[in-house]
């Protein structure tokens, strides 16, 4: 079949490509695109649901939020050089959560000549126009391209899908001049690039990773996003107990599950006594200033992205390091130890899971004891602990607490693919997040825990409006402290008895008088409750939730002191 223009031919490729929404924010130049959407629409040809954000970097937070519940590929369109810059720290954020997006920019008309469909009509043509446009995201995509012409959109816009989806994935960045885009396109559907299959381990290394485990005497696993593949954790879960190895979860993803007796959750203080360690789908394994293995420990590592190059400094001492989607490595590395395993072997290492099992359960009884006290640093996990207990079994988490992430870690309860962490520094994400996964999964009600800081990142106005609008709904769980408490402790830590801590007051990283947060989600056709004491949580949950199942976003604005 052959399309009316370039326009029509992406729309339909996007389609084809299992893309399911596109999260855009229009300008003057993605006009030819807007047409073939609602010619889609008006004809019932497949076409992907446009979502509007009103700001970019909600765009890009929502489709990263849509990826982490789906897997399927994604496309943002935003507007020139300006919609380019507002993805802002979503850039980041995609680029170190392997985000398989392809953003889609206009790019200022080239031609003045009034023939050509799609010429230059406005002032703004001139002045949108930079000399690199590209330049704004190549810190941060893996691929870079224009489309010339209309012929060229189908093999381009193929390709730029293909580089993302491949391991490692991550952004795509393509370029769209209205005059491209208004020409023909091909004569049909350009053939589909298809990304490689998953990356399986190398054999030879991986019977080396499994008796190193095997001949461990203190192994510790830690992981981060093994969870990214839910099937994965069943694995994981398997050589923990046949090694009695407990599992560090740095709950990027619940990789583990956190009622395990070998879950460790963020109890990095294990490492400190290791042998052997595992290194799973981890970013950033251990602080060196903080708990760090012994210098002799043995390290081996399993990752899709082993060497981490986007990361200038990431020097880890790692023995073996196997390049591999761990969703392939980890049944065939349960049957090596499983091949490896005498019954002395088995009678040892259920020795250790014992006694494991006994050192994780105190830790974790720390933890409970912990969000009991009148400690004021211990109010994030007593609410933690309460929305626990109340939160639907279906409900999905989204973390961005920032200094209460330790909280969420210990008290939150989710199972694989219920619970979400982009791990990476541009704040803001998860109410835009939010958006994207209740798209994807309508059933489920969504808890953005964030700071109340955070929150602010997020664009709440653009984070609301647009998940209201597009039928989207969530609950943003604020943990206020009326302050960036991230950027007040390193004073203290950094100038102990300093001016800082002497004057006791930090008007840089001080957000009181706390806003109506609430009021602000009634503004935009939500509502919610204030809750400062425990007892109060359940009722406003429930409150909130019923606003949820009504099409309205909720904010649960928890208060907690500074500490
Ligand atoms: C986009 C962005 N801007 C600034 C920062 C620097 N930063 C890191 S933590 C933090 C404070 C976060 O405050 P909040 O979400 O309230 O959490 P709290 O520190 O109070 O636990 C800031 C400003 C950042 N990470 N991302
Ligand atoms: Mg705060």
Redo the contacts with the bound molecule.
Sequence with gaps: MAFTDAAAELVATLADEGVQHLFINPGTDTAPVQEALAAARASGTPSPRAVLCTHEFVALSSAMGHYFVTGTPQAVMVHVDAGTLNLG?AWHNAQRNRLPVVVFAGRSPYTTASDIPGHRDAPIHWQQEQLDQQAIARAFGKWFMEVPRGRELGPIVRRAYQVAQSDPRGPAYVMLPREALMEAGGDGLARRLKPPLRAAPDPAGLTDIARALAGARRPVIITSRTGDRPGAVASLVEIAELLGAPVLDQRDRVSFPSRHPLYAGDAAELLTTADVVLLLDSEVPWIPALAAPPAEATILQIDIDPAKATMPLWTYPVDLALTADTSVALPLLAGELRRLASPASEASWSKRREQVAGQLAQIRQGWDTFAGSDDPAAAPHAMMQALNKVLPPRAIVLE?????RSALIRQIDREPGSFYDTGS????WAIGGAMGVKLARPDAPVFAV??????G?GVPTASFWSAHRAGAPFIAVI?N?H?????RLPVGRLYPGGAGEQEGSFPEAD?SPAPDYVGLATAYGGGGRVVSDNAELADAVEYCLALEADGRCAVLDIRVPPA
């Design positions: 720290g961005e607490a920032v200094t209460a520094p541009a704040l803001g964030c700071g109340d800081g955070s929150f990142f943990l402290n302050s960036y408490r991230a950027s957000l």
